[in-house]
């Protein structure tokens, strides 16, 4: 880790409560998802519009047409159904964790350089969200999708003098991962992802080799005429 300077405010997933809030707004909310980023157009339905599920405790629904918006704006790559229903500001090392009701099925996590947040989805649910560290400067996170290549519980790493790296998730062969972390401020990584290791350990325990992890810059695509 090396000292950074960091925004004060988190951006991540909110209460969508009108079409530009897509899917990824003010995670140290006013309302949960309260998206600066100008509306996307919306992609044409393929099929006729569905009406959302009903939401488990302590969630919010998103609607298709919110989820056609961020799909197409290139903020996410799949649907979703509900999102954590997060009322308070979100700090540096905090984090929660939902996942009541929600079904067994495939993992898959997103995370947003931008807003500093990642989000653990379980069959189409938000389960977990965090605010994470990320690189910079010369130690840039890549974006794209990553399968995760390897699982390393008590991992250290053979570059920074062995420092430690629980529940590590190997993304890159060069050695970007999501891991545990002293997620504080003034710090970032050397181009992982840094969580904090209550978060981490869940993080692990949910997710498989081979499982996705999408990394976004947390800006729209812009448009084409």
């Given at each position: 880790?090396?000292?950074?300077?960091?925004?004060?405010?988190?951006?991540?997933?909110?209460?969508?409560?009108?079409?530009?809030?897509?899917?990824?707004?003010?995670?140290?909310?006013?309302?949960?998802?309260?998206?600066?980023?100008?509306?996307?157009?919306?992609?044409?339905?393929?099929?006729?519009?569905?009406?959302?599920?009903?939401?488990?405790?302590?969630?919010?629904?998103?609607?298709?047409?919110?989820?056609?918006?961020?799909?197409?704006?290139?903020?996410?790559?799949?649907?979703?159904?509900?999102?954590?229903?997060?009322?308070?500001?979100?700090?540096?090392?905090?984090?929660?964790?939902?996942?009541?009701?929600?079904?067994?099925?495939?993992?898959?996590?997103?995370?947003?350089?931008?807003?500093?947040?990642?989000s653990v989805f379980r069959s189409g649910h938000e389960i977990g969200t965090a605010v994470i560290l990320y690189g910079?400067?010369?130690?840039?996170?890549?974006?794209?999708?990553?399968?995760?290549?390897?699982?390393?519980?008590?991992?250290?790493?053979?570059?920074?003098?062995?420092?430690?790296?629980?529940?590590?998730?190997?993304?890159?062969?060069?050695?970007?991962?999501?891991?545990?972390?002293?997620?504080?401020?003034?710090?970032?990584?050397?181009?992982?992802?840094?969580?904090?290791?209550?978060?981490?350990?869940?993080?692990?325990?949910?997710?498989k080799t081979g499982d996705e992890v999408l990394i976004v810059s947390g800006k729209a695509k812009s448009k084409t005429?």
């Amino acid at each position: 880790m090396r000292p950074m300077f960091l925004a004060g405010a988190f951006i991540g997933l909110a209460a969508l409560g009108t079409t530009a809030a897509l899917i990824y707004g003010n995670r140290a909310h006013e309302t949960l998802h309260a998206s600066k980023r100008a509306p996307a157009q919306v992609a044409k339905a393929s099929s006729a519009p569905v009406t959302p599920p009903v939401p488990m405790a302590g969630r919010v629904a998103i609607a298709p047409a919110q989820m056609r918006q961020a799909q197409a704006a290139g903020l996410i790559d799949r649907p979703i159904q509900s999102i954590i229903d997060v009322r308070a500001p979100m700090s540096y090392g905090e984090f929660q964790w939902n996942d009541r009701g929600v079904p067994a099925g495939p993992a898959w996590v997103r995370v947003d350089l931008s807003s500093q947040v990642i989000s653990v989805f379980r069959s189409g649910h938000e389960i977990g969200t965090a605010v994470i560290l990320y690189g910079t400067d010369g130690y840039p996170t890549p974006t794209g999708k990553f399968p995760i290549l390897a699982k390393l519980k008590n991992h250290k790493s053979s570059t920074y003098d062995g420092a430690p790296m629980p529940y590590t998730l190997r993304l890159t062969g060069d050695g970007v991962s999501i891991h545990g972390s002293n997620v504080r401020w003034g710090l970032a990584s050397h181009g992982c992802i840094g969580v904090p290791k209550d978060f981490a350990a869940k993080l692990f325990d949910v997710v498989k080799t081979g499982d996705e992890v999408l990394i976004v810059s947390g800006k729209a695509k812009s448009k084409t005429t």
